[in-house]
Every structure is written in structure tokens, then in C-alpha cells.
Nanobody, 118 residues
Framework: VQLQASGGGLVQPGGSLRLSCTVS????????IGWFRQAPGKEREGVSC????????HYEEAVKGRFTISRDNRKNMVYLQMNNLKPEDTAVYYC????????????WGQGTLVTVSS
């Protein structure tokens, strides 16, 4: 299972970023794909997840209405559009494979740092 996250950076509060995850074909076919984050000194926190066919999405309360997850099976990509970012969204974001959305991640790649600060 190969997963590679990218797209992090520094953004001001209220700004937007789009994270991308390059996913192996195997992972797309057999796993739900999602994102979790980990801020310094804090525990890992689930963010969002998208299952296979039919595609169903799941969001944690903290990001509902602000983040949107999507997938492009032709490009083997999963995206996380993050709008109205808040300082508390600052964390390393990891793209992960899940047996099912709502469960713990089964595999993940290197994360990408998102910093929300003025």
C-alpha cells in the first residue's frame, strides 16, 4: 500500500489549502482512503475518509462544513480541500488507508505539514 501526501504549507486564518494524496491502485481498490492529523504534543486525530463504490464520505465534527474529501480513480488521487482554516487546524496531515471509515488507519505514508498562522 503506497500513499504519499503533499500540498501542505503556511496559510493565514480563513485561508484555503488543498492536500493531495497519491495512492496505489491496490489501495484504491481495496481500502477506504482518508486523512488524519497530529499536532505537536497531541494525539492523532481523524479528519475525513472516503470509501469505495459507492463513494461515501465521513468527516469529524471539527472539520465538517469546512473540509471536503474527494477521489479521482483515473489519476489514483485523493484530495482534501480545506477552507476557512483555523489555527487549531495546524498539524501534520497524513493520508491513510482504512479497512473501513471510522476505524483506525491500517497504513499511512509520510505526512505534510499545515500551518495556519497570521
Amino acid at each position: 500500500v503506497q500513499l504519499q501526501a503533499s500540498g501542505g504549507g503556511l496559510v493565514q486564518p480563513g485561508g484555503s489549502l488543498r492536500l493531495s494524496c497519491t495512492v496505489s491502485r491496490f489501495a484504491l481498490d481495496y481500502y477506504a482512503i482518508g486523512w488524519f492529523r497530529q499536532a505537536p504534543g497531541k494525539e492523532r486525530e481523524g479528519v475525513s475518509c472516503i470509501s469505495g463504490s459507492p463513494a461515501r464520505t465521513h468527516y469529524e465534527e471539527a472539520v465538517k462544513g469546512r473540509f471536503t474529501i474527494s477521489r479521482d480513480n483515473r489519476k489514483n488521487m485523493v484530495y482534501l480541500q480545506m477552507n476557512n482554516l483555523k489555527p487549531e487546524d495546524t498539524a501534520v496531515y497524513y493520508c491513510a488507508a482504512y479497512v473501513g471509515c471510522g476505524g483506525p488507519p491500517a497504513s499511512w505514508g509520510q505526512g505534510t505539514l499545515v500551518t495556519v498562522s497570521s
